[in-house]
Nanobody, 125 residues
């Protein structure tokens, strides 16, 4: 069965950086479009970033463009989210997700099929 295990969350001051990792197992990782979503208290879950199967295409929410970078290492079955210049409004539970619809030009950050358990990111002001 598909498993997505996030790590790397924590508490950081505004302006700081964190790198989230998501280790996938249960099938051939390189065949699937991956992404990161987040949910802040009292808000709906929103898409943050997506990356296609070979890493050649990415998509970002406007709110994180220029600050966050998604990447993947298919040899390690892992997808990453490098978060720089963090703001208090980035505080949320961050979820790794798999099987996003593609291409991004048609679907944007659509609804994935599989989710991780989430990791908390808290940015203090």
């Amino acid at each position: 069965q598909v498993q997505l295990i996030e790590s790397g969350g924590g508490l950081v001051q505004a302006g700081g950086s964190l790198r989230l990792s998501c280790a996938a197992s249960g099938r051939t990782f390189s065949r699937y479009v991956m992404g990161w979503f987040r949910q802040a208290p009292g808000k709906e879950r929103e898409g943050v970033a997506g990356i296609n199967e070979n890493g050649g295409s990415t998509i970002y929410a406007d709110s994180v463009k220029g600050r966050f970078t998604i990447s993947r290492d298919n040899a390690k079955n892992t997808v990453y989210l490098q978060m720089n210049s963090l703001k208090p409004e980035d505080t949320a539970v961050y979820y790794c997700a798999s099987d996003l619809p593609s291409p991004f030009e048609d679907y944007g950050l659509g609804t994935p099929t599989y989710w991780g358990q989430g990791t908390q990111v808290t940015v203090s002001s």
